[in-house]
């Protein structure tokens, strides 16, 4: 439980720090901690204990936000297992494959977002230079919160290694 309650304070307390930068900074300049959070949790917390954690932080987001309830809890969800699906795929621990996973990741959040008619107007033209410097600005904090999540919530647990298939080596004599 250790993992999930420290996780879900330094979430909280990145929040709340966003908060209250958001007057004084650019519309768009400060990264999302709860997409970020979600995605260092994909990486380091795997298992139930990462979704309930990613979940949880969501929630958090929504009733500090004040929009409507569960929308970012489920964006959180999709980018939880989205970057669990895409450490398998492109080795996500490199940051050379996280920064384009995760402006990819929150251009999709603002799509999930305006399908469910909370996110920004797209067809305003003054969308899409704040929607361009939020991405930048997630993909360029996200090599450090993933660093900084797995400080706090430690290295992953990794179950036993599966049996692999009877292999055999060519030129290996059998015995």
């Not at 569960?70 to 939880?80: I, K, M, Q």
């Not at 450090?144 to 430690?154: D, E, T």
Request: proline fraction near 11%.
């Amino acid at each position: 439980m250790r993992p999930v309650a420290a996780a879900f304070a330094l979430a909280a307390l990145a929040l709340w720090l966003a908060g209250a930068l958001a007057p004084w900074l650019p519309r768009g300049a400060l990264p999302d901690p709860a997409l970020l959070a979600a995605v260092a949790l994909g990486l380091h917390l795997p298992g139930v204990r990462g979704l309930a954690a990613a979940w949880a932080i969501g929630w958090q987001a929504d009733f500090l936000s004040g929009g409507p309830l569960g929308a970012f809890a489920l964006c959180n969800l999709l980018a939880w297992m989205a970057t669990r699906l895409g450490e398998r795929q492109f080795a996500l621990g490199r940051p050379i494959a996280l920064v384009p996973f995760t402006a990819a990741l929150s251009l999709a959040q603002v799509a999930v977002l305006t399908a469910l008619d909370v996110g920004p107007p797209l067809a305003d033209p003054r969308t899409l230079p704040v929607l361009i410097l939020h991405v930048a600005s997630n993909a360029l904090v996200v090599p450090f919160a993933s660093r900084l999540f797995a400080i706090a919530v430690g290295p992953p647990e990794t179950p036993d290694a599966p049996r692999g298939g009877l292999r055999f080596d060519a030129g290996a004599p059998l015995r």
